[in-house]
């Protein structure tokens, strides 16, 4: 009996040992239309030029999705150049493909790329001045992959939690487990981002265009709606544990100034949303309720 081939459309995703990237891969089970293909690093490391390249040429995919980077944002203080590999070109070399092959590539940037001074969401078009050197290598990335391929599709993102991988909302609930009282962060503000409504917002726009639909290619901005702090996150996550029965550790802000970290944070990355609800017809939850889904997520060990 001959093998039956597929004829859908294939996403094909890089970095899928992510959060994000294992998001997607959940979204597989849920789309018709496309097929989605995750490689995680072990199967094509960005980094490597001969495993991209075996990527492309094996599955033939009609979009791309660069799910993988460099995400240690205190080693990249002392890692500056592994950032750069990872956050710049690795992406630039897929988008150099995307290039090659005429496909449009999606690539997820980040809101460090702005120096976190003001008091007003960041626009897409606002000026960037990182105060980091992972910031400094995302920015970079940005950089190689609009001027790699014109189809390109940025999308900046921030504090990103799921119940997948490592993240504040883990760590909060480990922590949190075993101490009367905690202190976070109070004067850092920015916008959680739950993978799972990233990754089911990139999808929606991918199948989007496979169907034919054109948006303006460039960066946009995705994290989920409403600013707040670690503090105010932190606060949020043990006030739902306590609803729910469990222990509530003791909670207070902090100043940046009494939590010295290697690499400086922003101070303000909250991203201005506006143009990616308009562009793409985007109706992206408050983070407030990606937290309650996502706890539940965890409480009850099932998938998002």
Not at 56 to 68: C, D, G, K, M, R
Not at 86 to 96: D, E, F, M, Q, Y
Not at 217 to 222: Q, R
Request: charged residues 20%.
């Amino acid at each position: 009996m001959s093998q039956e081939i597929s004829t859908k459309p294939r996403i094909l995703v890089f970095g899928g040992g992510g959060q994000l990237g294992r998001s997607l891969a959940e979204c597989a089970a849920k789309i018709t239309a496309a097929e989605i293909i995750v490689l995680d690093r072990a199967t094509a490391d960005i980094a490597d030029v001969a495993a991209v390249g075996r990527a492309f040429e094996s599955h033939q995919p009609a979009l791309v999705i660069n799910a993988a980077a460099y995400t240690a944002v205190d080693k990249a203080e002392s890692e500056e150049k592994l950032a750069f590999e990872g956050n710049a070109l690795g992406p630039h070399r897929l988008a150099l493909h995307c290039a090659a092959a005429g496909i449009p590539f999606f690539h997820i940037s980040t809101d460090y790329v702005f120096s976190g001074e003001g008091d007003t969401p960041w626009r897409e078009n606002d000026p960037t001045s990182p105060v980091n050197a992972y910031g400094r290598s995302k920015l970079a990335g940005e950089w190689a992959v609009l001027a790699a391929h014109a189809d390109s599709y940025i999308f900046r993102t921030s504090w990103v939690f799921s119940p997948r991988g490592n993240n504040f909302v883990k760590t909060m609930l480990r922590l949190g487990a075993d101490r009367d009282s905690l202190n976070i962060v109070g004067d850092q503000h920015g916008c959680p981002t739950y993978a799972p409504d990233l990754a089911d917002a990139l999808v929606k726009i991918a199948l989007q265009m496979l169907a034919g639909h054109r948006f303006r290619p460039g960066i946009h901005h995705f994290s989920n709606q409403g600013p707040t702090t670690w503090f105010g996150f932190a606060s949020a996550i043990f006030d739902w544990v306590e609803k729910s029965g469990g222990r509530r550790p003791t909670v207070s802000a902090i100043p940046t100034s009494a939590y010295p970290t290697p690499a400086s944070r922003p101070a303000w990355s909250v991203l201005d949303l506006s143009g990616t609800i308009a562009e793409f017809g985007l109706e992206i939850p408050f983070w407030t309720d990606a937290l309650d889904r996502c706890l539940t997520c965890l409480q009850q060990d099932v998938k998002p």
